[in-house]
């Protein structure tokens, strides 16, 4: 949310510095993300002057372009000009050498010396939009004017300097969702850091607010209050609709607000200032001249101010004339009832509706305004009437007309202020601080919280219904040491813990050993949402049964939870391949969910029939090593990665020697790959990503993904044993065989069939090469294989090793058809 400052101190007078100020909000619970200084207009016209042509001549060379002298103050320089309304005696504006013009929808550029078709130029005379002032290109601004020659430009457009406060609103400060809401709270800082402060919140005058006539005839008819608790409006009639004046606009620019019109721009203006939504309606469009606050049949269409047509869901609230909705009640306004150049009747609405039922709407049609942002975290139902009346006295003042109704305020369920019962002891216990009495009341009547009744021991509270988040005693306390302070409650000397026993295996420590291995290994780790799209989830690879729907989603894109950590990463590859980052190697730890019938509950977090699994997600893509003048780069394959994923597995003391592992053809996300089962469960799967999966995205080179359960990592990586052993005095011995084997058989079968023939002296086995060729046959393929042989006890003998190998030869003779070439 973004407050200016400027805006700010016309509620509270301070003289304090800007920072001094984001200072004090961010102690009071209003966390300022940044302090920007700004202009009304880009730039502030630095370097820009009031200057006066004294002499115009056509260009020797060019038909469009004239030579001119220009006075700008200090000195008289030559400019070329191709503006046709150029001309002798005339003020203009000049931009000097040296400053940065920013134009009307274009890139900024600096002003320099110049020699345009070989005469020089030392400025340029601006036209509207060159200066950021307007969108007019037809020729050279031509000032009325008596200022001096060099006057800065600022002086004669009227150029504010501000300062914008952008602010991490919290959900539960919805009564800080505007310029005196903001006000109030620094009010309370100040009155609280200088006690003898008079300091008060400056609220608007409307004590001049009464109807010029009695004769508009619109009726306001709720028909559902639960809905909409509150609704009030009045009639204008004989306004002109046109452009706002320089301070409205400038308000509305400071906070990044586009000024339409302005009728709209009082409506925003009031919104920003007071923090309730506003909404004009044309009088002449309302059919019937009946308000009617309902909720149309599911399937109703409805053309929004932006002209998307929507369907209602039925349960929408809409404001109504007699005969079709005309606004989407909190949300948005209807392209067929909204204010128009050609509007002279308005009806002002001012109201308070249900926050859910809002935020219900707004997250299903996707529809995200100021408007609803405030209703849907809770309006206050009190201010409805004041900010109707204010808006109405600056509609007269700008744009003309007469109020010709009383305000019309339906309000068949008034709102009541909440009772809080404050006891000090209990405060005194929340907060690890005794504050003194007197300076707790202070605090509690500067935020506007009316004392109803005190004694020695408590207060009795009456909370008024801005304060949608302050219902309880805890609520209050937060209350006073958002402006008490909470850097001024000391912390205590003594620190009171109990030593617990940690469960084994530590799972944080293990997950932390693993990304401090997968990072030293070049790996850059991720996090995604766990909500994610609903339509990853309509392909035939999932079980839309299985699928774990939000309720009340954020949005259409964090509709579900998500199965599978793979899209998240996707869509990380895409991004920072749309930014020409193309080698990544990324991980990520994250819980995947799943809806199952018949799951029961197991512990005391986990939800009968559902099931959460911890995962880890590995991706490789582009080229695995840097480029560098002293290796070539390689690009990245299947078996980078299964290294990568081997290495993790073998550092967490995983038994793979008991994994099976199964090659996996088009199947899910994988192409061609691997997937490793321990004791029936999947361990690991790992693959090329196939095509189908990288066009969605439109990433066009390969990537490699593995997906590691890592619950079962954590259940299976201290089953064996780490044992110590000394390190071997007598030397290895290395024999090589190259085996002729059908094309079918792994090399996995090799090493589990030479193990079980040598198991005393053979240590390792590595492929080292494959070989295919149609002179060894189309079936065959060759494997070069090393056996390493050693005995921890002696030297190995040659009789020894002849008659190794050839037991190992003879089983993979007997159980593989092995031949050696």
Known sequence: MKISLNWLKEYVKTDESPEKIAEWLTDCG????????????????????IGEVITCEKHPDADRLSLTTVDTGNEIVPIVCGAPNVAAGQK???????????PTGGESFEIKKAKIRGQQSMGMICAEDELGLGTSHDGIM????????????ATFFNVEEDHCIEIGLTPNRIDAASHMGVARDLVAVIKHLNPGSKTELIRPDISQFSPDKLTAETKIIIEDPEACPRYTGLCIEGVKVGESPDWLKNRLKSIGLKPINNI???TNFVLHETGQPL??????????????????EKDTPFLTLDEEEVKLTGNDLMICNAEEPMCMAGILGGLDSGVTETTTDIFLESACFEASGIRKSSKHHGINTDSSFRFERGADPQMTTFALRRAALLIK???????????????????KPHTVHFSYGSAWQLMGKQIEKETIKNIIESLEIIIKEENAESLVLEVPPFKVDVTREADVVEEILRIYGYNNIELPDRLHSSIVASPRPDKEKLQNVAS????????NEIMNNSLTRASYYTQELFDPKTVVHILNPLSQDLGVMRQTLFFGGMETIAWNQNRKVHDLKIYEFGNVYHKEENKEKQGPLKLPGYREQRMLAMFITGKINPESWYAPQKAATLFDLKAEVMNLLHKMNVPLAGASVEEILNEGFIEAGLRFRINDQVLAELGEVSRSQLKPFDIKQEVFFASVNWDLVLETQNSIPIRYAEIPKFPEVRRDLALLVEKQVKFQDVETIAFKAEKKLLKKVRLFDIYKDEKIGADMKSYAVSFTLLDESKTLTDKEIDKTMERISVA??????????
């Open 30 to 49: 209003l966390e300022v993300e940044s302090l920007e200084r700004t202009e009304s207009v880009k730039g502030g016209l630095k370097g820009i002057v």
């Open 279 to 296: 909404h004009a309606f044309d009088a002449a469009k309302i059919k019937g001249n009946k308000v009617v606050i309902r909720k149309p």
């Open 142 to 153: 031509v000032l009325d004017t008596d200022l001096p020659n060099g006057t800065p430009a």
């Open 516 to 523: 401090d291995i997968l990072s030293s290994r070049g790996f």
């Open 397 to 415: 003042e700008i744009a003309g007309g007469l109020i010709t109704s009383d305000v019309l305020d339906e309000y068949p369920r008034p709102v």
């Open 264 to 266: 709209v721009d009082i």
């Open 92 to 102: 203009v504006v000049v931009a000097t050498v040296g400053s940065v013009l920013y």
């Open 812 to 821: 993979l003779n007997k159980e593989l058809g092995a031949t050696i070439r």
